[in-house]
Structures are given as C-alpha cells and as structure tokens.
C-alpha cells in the first residue's frame, strides 16, 4: 500500500541492547578489564544489539536489511567475545 511504501512495515521499533551491572561487571570494571572480558560476561544472558534485530526479523517486524543496517557498529565484535 502506499502507507508503508510497497514494504510491508509501517512505524518505528526501537532495538536496544542492555545489560545489568552486577558484582562480576563491577569488579571486572575496578580491575581495569577490558571491553571484551566485560562484553563477555555481560552479554551472557543478554540479547546483543544483532541478537535483538534478528529476533525482530524472526518475528517478521522488521527486514534483515534493516536489521543489519541497525545492527552493523560493532556488534561481531561483541558476538565474537561472547562467542569465545
């Protein structure tokens, strides 16, 4: 329709990614970790940004273009540490 532009989607979703500070992160941060040991741990039992744009793909909100043109900062970096 032309509503949505011939897309299919109309409107805004935001995708966000967070992440609760407990006492690991808090003392990985006073012992000067790095970004990587932090993002590790903290991303364990939460969604990355890519991780929370591709369940918005899976669930047919958004396209995997958007997904990907939302997620691109350095969200494989992030992965990769969580992944190691």
């Known amino acids: 329709c032309e509503q949505c532009g011939r897309s299919g989607y109309k409107g805004r979703v935001g995708v966000f990614e967070a992440i609760r500070v407990d006492e690991t992160i808090r003392r990985l941060i006073n012992e000067g970790a790095d970004e990587a040991a932090i993002a590790a741990h903290a991303f ?11 369940r918005l793909v899976e669930d047919g909100v958004t ?16 992965e990769e540490a969580v992944d190691a």
């Open 44 to 54: 364990a039992r939460s969604d990355t940004l890519a991780s929370a744009a591709r």
């Open 63 to 78: 396209t995997p273009e958007e997904a990907v043109r939302v997620s691109r900062r350095d969200a494989t970096d992030v």
